[in-house]
């Protein structure tokens, strides 16, 4: 089954940029959407943008839109989350997952659509 793995995350200043990526292995990820998420202590966990499993679609929450941009390459199997103008309001463990898509259909920020998971990476936007 598929099997992703999270890197990239560390320690960035405010106004500071981070891309986290996403590596899938165990199956193709042409037939899945992918979605970014994030978790803070105390708080419930969110999701924050996802994109479709062809790549031509995309859709982000409105507090990241304009300054995360999620790709994918599906011959790397890879998916990608440039975070640019990071505030401390973004620190938080982050997670890629994938859900079943083979239609090429939108992709949803419902966590529930989504099954297979990474292990996550910490962010952390500290002065």
């Known amino acids: 089954q598929l099997q992703l793995v999270e890197s990239g995350g560390g320690l960035v200043q405010p106004g500071g940029s981070l891309r986290l990526s996403c590596a899938a292995s165990?199956?193709?990820?042409?037939?899945?959407?992918v979605g970014w998420f994030r978790q803070a202590p105390g708080k419930e966990r969110e999701a924050i943008s996802c994109i479709n499993s062809s790549g031509g679609q995309s859709k982000n929450i409105d507090s990241v839109e304009g300054r995360f941009t999620i790709s994918r390459d599906n011959i790397k199997m890879t998916v990608d989350l440039q975070m640019t103008n990071l505030n401390v309001d973004d620190s938080a463990f982050y997670y890629c997952?994938?859900?079943?898509?083979?239609?090429?259909?939108?992709?949803?920020?419902?966590?529930?659509?989504?099954?297979?998971w990474g292990q996550g990476t910490q962010v952390t936007v500290s002065s």
């Open positions: 165990g199956s193709t990820l042409a037939g899945y959407a």
């Open positions: 997952a994938a859900q079943w898509s083979p239609l090429r259909y939108d992709c949803k920020l419902r966590i529930s659509e989504y099954t297979s």
